[in-house]
């Protein structure tokens, strides 16, 4: 048996009017033309569909069971119109982001799953990128938006706005070297063993070049790609390790003292591409980085705890 989609959405009209003269108003079609279409789908199911009076027309038992699946029909009908109908205009080109890869611990993954989820029919190309770089492929129009560390930003190539807390910490075992300490300097951290990111990481670079020449020597253990492994060797008491705060507050396996040299402490900006006008699609994306880290400094302001916490 095969419907016409015309006829069920007429049909579902005329339910929710009570009344073919406003279903065939609301189809633009003369009331000859919708009864005539309405009789052939009560001849062509076999049973009666409405019960007609003086004042209109309502379902019957079986009208109520077509109007209801017909609904589910027309549903799938619109979704399949516009899953096959993305494939015939031009693909849209996705958006660039580039993010250092602090910011690609939590702040980058947070958003992108609010955003994806939101934006189905949306691509994002995500590189983790210094800030330096990030800086001079926004201004060219490289790229749509960046997430940036204000002390390499500069001033007046990309526009910028405040994004969250980006600070550096020291962190090893609960209850190991840094009990009852709350803040340390490079030189007392460098006396023991460390474990750090690989020397290509954005963090690792950034912290070197901070550091200068002049810097004690350290010791590293290892060398891991992933700020998580990294907090995760520092926990078992493989060595210390300098991680941003937003990574590891809460942490009960961990001490957590304030690095007290000046560099340690930084913050995230949301740089913006040169492009003409963002397109709302940019606009939305840097929404969702918004939103991500002002949800991080909720998640690490004391004053936003229980307090039996």
């Given at each position: ?5 015309d006829d069920?959405?007429l049909f579902?009209?005329?339910?929710a009017?009570g009344s073919i003269?406003?279903g065939a108003r609301?189809m633009?079609?003369?009331l ?16 009666a569909?409405?019960?007609?009076g003086?004042r209109?027309?309502?379902p019957?038992p079986?009208g109520?069971t077509l ?14 119109e ?8 031009p693909?849209?080109?996705?958006l660039?982001?580039?993010a ?6 939590r702040?980058v ?5 609010t955003f994806l989820?939101?934006?189905p ?9 210094r800030t330096p770089?990030?800086?001079?492929e ?6 749509d938006l ?8 500069g001033d007046g190539d990309?526009?910028?706005e405040?994004l969250g807390d980006?600070?550096l910490?020291v962190?090893?075992q ?7 300490r709350?803040a340390?300097?490079y030189?007392?951290?460098?006396e023991h063993?460390?474990?750090?990111l690989?020397?290509?990481?954005s963090?690792r670079?950034w912290?070197e070049k901070?550091?200068?020449?002049h810097?004690?020597a350290?010791r590293?253990r290892t060398?891991v790609g ?5 907090v995760?060797l520092?926990?078992a ?5 300098i ?11 961990l001490?957590?003292?304030?690095l007290?040299?000046p560099w ?5 900006l ?16 840097a929404e ?7 949800a991080e400094e909720?998640r690490h302001?004391p ?7």
């Amino acid at each position: 048996m095969r419907y016409d989609l015309d006829d069920l959405r007429l049909f579902l009209h005329v339910v929710a009017e009570g009344s073919i003269t406003a279903g065939a108003r609301r189809m633009h079609l003369s009331l000859p033309s919708a009864s005539a279409r309405v009789r052939a789908l009560e001849h062509h199911t076999g049973v009666a569909l409405l019960v007609r009076g003086r004042r209109g027309v309502r379902p019957t038992p079986a009208g109520t069971t077509l109007a209801r699946h017909a609904r589910d029909v027309l549903t799938h009908a619109a979704r399949l119109e516009s899953a096959v109908g993305s494939y015939s205009g031009p693909p849209t080109a996705p958006l660039t982001l580039l993010a250092g890869g602090s910011a690609m611990h939590r702040l980058v993954p947070q958003a992108l799953i609010t955003f994806l989820r939101a934006h189905p029919d949306i691509d994002v190309d995500v590189v983790e990128s210094r800030t330096p770089r990030t800086v001079r492929e926004l201004a060219d129009g490289a790229a749509d938006l960046g997430v940036v560390i204000d002390n390499e930003a500069g001033d007046g190539d990309v526009r910028t706005e405040p994004l969250g807390d980006d600070s550096l910490v020291v962190v090893g075992q609960a209850g190991g070297i840094l009990a009852g300490r709350t803040a340390v300097t490079y030189r007392e951290v460098a006396e023991h063993p460390l474990v750090g990111l690989d020397a290509d990481s954005s963090l690792r670079r950034w912290i070197e070049k901070n550091l200068g020449p002049h810097a004690p020597a350290a010791r590293h253990r290892t060398s891991v790609g992933d700020i998580g492994v990294l907090v995760a060797l520092a926990a078992a008491g493989v060595g210390l390790a300098i991680a941003p705060r937003r990574a590891v507050d809460g942490d009960p396996r961990l001490d957590v003292c304030e690095l007290k040299d000046p560099w340690a402490r930084r913050r995230h900006l949301l740089a913006w591409g040169a492009k003409a006008g963002p397109s709302p699609a940019v606009a939305a994306l840097a929404e969702h980085l918004r939103a991500a880290a002002s949800a991080e400094e909720t998640r690490h302001d004391p004053r936003s705890r229980p307090a039996n916490q």
